[in-house]
Nanobody, 117 residues
Framework: QVQLVESGGGLVQPGGSLTLSCAVSGIISSVYVMAWHRQAPGKQRDLVASITTGGGTTYADSVKGRFTISRDNAKNTVYLQMNSLKPEDTAVYTC???????????WGQGTQVTVSS
């Protein structure tokens, strides 16, 4: 059974930092493209950041320079370091794993991030 379990969400003040973790089981995450998506209330789900099997990264323009995605293949875990958080970063953040050919894809359940004073 494949599971992606996110953790690390919570309430943080503007300008603060959080690190999200996505623990993967049931697959070898090192052969999957991993990504973080987010969905704010009333909005569509958007890609925040992704990391390839070779470690290449992409980011949404809105988070460039503030967020960093990384992976620890030995721990089968993917991280999202979020700095200089803004109220508009408030959303449910969800982990995603897919094969390069999109033949298989999996979603986590999500973790809430709220940025508010």
């Amino acid at each position: 059974q494949v599971q992606l379990v996110e953790s690390g969400g919570g309430l943080v003040q503007p300008g603060g930092s959080l690190t999200l973790s996505c623990a993967v089981s049931g697959i070898i995450s090192s052969v999957y493209v991993m990504a973080w998506h987010r969905q704010a209330p009333g909005k569509q789900r958007d890609l925040v950041a992704s990391i390839t099997t070779g470690g290449g990264t992409t980011y949404a323009d809105s988070v460039k320079g503030r967020f960093t995605i990384s992976r620890d293949n030995a721990k089968n875990t993917v991280y999202l370091q979020m700095n200089s958080l803004k109220p508009e970063d408030t959303a449910v953040y969800t982990c995603h794993a897919r094969t390069i050919t999109w033949s298989r894809a999996y979603w986590g359940q999500g973790t809430q991030v709220t940025v508010s004073s």
